[in-house]
């Protein structure tokens, strides 16, 4: 208590804001990795198990979960990503638009709880003995919807609280929540996955709903909501504002000092709120277009890896379902490495661009390398999935966190904060149509061999950087 006290009362704001929307999206990602991990209990190789019980004609798959036991399973788990990756891109353009529009907290919290709702009656189906594929894909369709509520949201109201000098290592770091969910939803989902895989999408689904009542309660979207100090989005001149005020809004956990509360009163008074920014008004924002396409492919290659890394490792490594899913968990660990070192450098910089395109032209023969010399033994593997996700998902963290709210709070926007969300829905957005693309090139061309997966991955690559 004599620490939090201590601390000036914005930067308690600042770090409670931080912390409850890394829960929230480390929840949205927990609730989305289970059906990776269940992917290969869903379809087993069944002669491992004895004799069939049941007497039936097929042996080898009477243990699979129809109507995922036949020869066309890897089209029918294509068929689920793509379910909900298609109804999540598509509502993200719209979700954007809602946010800007309708007051954060309600948006944020009614869609997690909803997440929960639909993550849960996938995990149902087990219990209720469900074997129609339309009922997974319609709560597929369902939560990819409900989902889009939660990275317009959350982007804006850090975007709210936090200026532009750190904001590649602050976001870099709290960008971490993505891998930290899916490492979480890997370990829970592979502590169920064997014995009753429903529980590995229920549990996940009523954490989610849980941290969504939570941020109903705690969570504040503007400064100015209790009496703290905006922050500055971009460096203005000396005869706009003092230099040294300039300074301590800029700071991570700052903006407490009494020189920026002298020059802070000024600005904006709710009154005079800005009207939210149309679509092809974010549109025209220098940057947000090639940043766009940019995220389109670098997100094709990061969620490819999310929804088909654990069949990929026990089809070649040859291990079980949650050895696999364990293991597939060091490509986020990467990921994290990846997010705040891409964060950080952009920062020392100044150039985001570059450091996404350096970062994806090393990825491209990491992709080669991995899939060549990846499984020769388990500390290559180990060493090999870490780099790979540095490299995969530190282009993919920056322009969804760092560069969103850059664009988002661009100086061409004249100090309206209203466009956060509808440019983050934008660039993530369609980034979302590659995620869903990734996974479905999967499905189908997996039939094929692995190695044509990873070709289509590193096409995928070079373009992003193209870009």
């Known amino acids: ?37 269940v992917k290969s209990q869903l379809h087993l190789n069944c002669s491992a198990l004895g004799p069939n019980p049941h007497n039936d004609s097929n042996s080898t798959t009477w243990c699979s979960w129809a109507p995922f036991d036949g020869d066309n399973y890897k089209e029918l788990f294509g068929a689920l990503d793509n379910a909900f990756l298609v109804a999540y891109a598509i509502g993200m353009f719209i979700s954007g638009i809602f ?29 209720w003995d469900i074997h129609v594929l339309w009922y997974f894909i319609i709560v597929q369709v369902c939560n990819g919807l409900v989902q889009t509520t939660g990275w317009p949201a959350v982007v804006a109201c850090v975007g ?12 870099g770091i709290w960008n971490s929540h993505t891998s930290v969910g899916n490492i979480l939803g890997s370990l829970i989902a592979g502590a169920w996955v064997s014995s009753a895989w429903g529980l590995s999408f229920i549990v996940p689904g009523i954490i989610i709903a849980v941290v969504g ?32 005020a300039v300074i301590s809004n800029d700071g991570p956990l700052s903006l407490s000092g009494q020189s920026s509360v002298d020059h802070s009163k000024s600005p904006k008074e709710p009154a005079e709120e800005p009207e939210a920014i149309s679509f092809f008004g ?3 924002i220098p940057g947000v277009v090639e940043f766009s396409l940019c995220l389109l492919f670098a997100k094709l290659v990061s969620y490819t890896f999310l929804y088909w890394l654990p069949l990929y490792i026990v089809n070649v490594a040859h291990f079980s379902a949650k050895e696999a899913g364990d293991l597939s968990t060091l490509f986020d660990v990467g990921g994290i490495l990846g997010g705040i070192f891409a964060g950080l450098i952009s920062d020392y910089t100044g150039g ?37 996700g540095a490299l995969v998902n530190g282009p993919y963290a920056l322009i969804t966190t760092a560069v969103s709210a850059d664009l988002g709070t661009h100086e061409s926007l ?14 993530d957005g369609t980034g979302s149509v590659g995620a869903a693309l990734g996974p479905l090139l999967a499905g189908l061309i997996s039939p094929t061999g692995w190695n044509n997966v990873f070709y289509m991955l590193i096409a995928a690559d070079v373009l992003a950087c193209l870009v």
């Open 1 to 37: 208590v004599r620490l939090l006290r201590a601390l000036p009362r914005d930067s308690r704001y600042r770090g409670l804001t931080l912390v409850l929307t890394f829960l929230s999206y480390t929840s949205y990602h927990l609730s989305r990795k289970p059906i990776s991990i």
């Open 99 to 127: 946010g800007e529009r309708l007051p954060l907290r309600y948006y944020l919290s009614g869609g997690m709880v909803l997440s929960g709702l639909f993550t849960a009656l996938f995990g149902l189906g087990y219990f």
């Open 160 to 171: 709210n609280w936090f200026g532009k000098g750190k904001r590649g290592l602050i976001m």
């Open 213 to 244: 009542i939570i941020c109903f309660f705690f969570l504040v979207e503007y400064p100015e909501d209790v009496d703290c100090n905006p922050p500055l989005h971009h460096v203005m001149t000396t005869s706009e504002k003092d230099p040294e």
């Open 282 to 284: 974010a549109l025209r």
């Open 352 to 388: 985001r661009a570059t450091t996404c395109c350096v970062m994806l032209v090393v990825a491209a023969p990491m992709l080669f390398l991995y899939n060549h010399v990846g499984q020769n033994g388990i500390g290559v593997s180990v060493a090999m999935l870490i780099i790979c």
């Open 414 to 427: 004249k100090g309206n904060a209203k466009a956060l969300s509808t440019v983050t829905a934008i660039i």
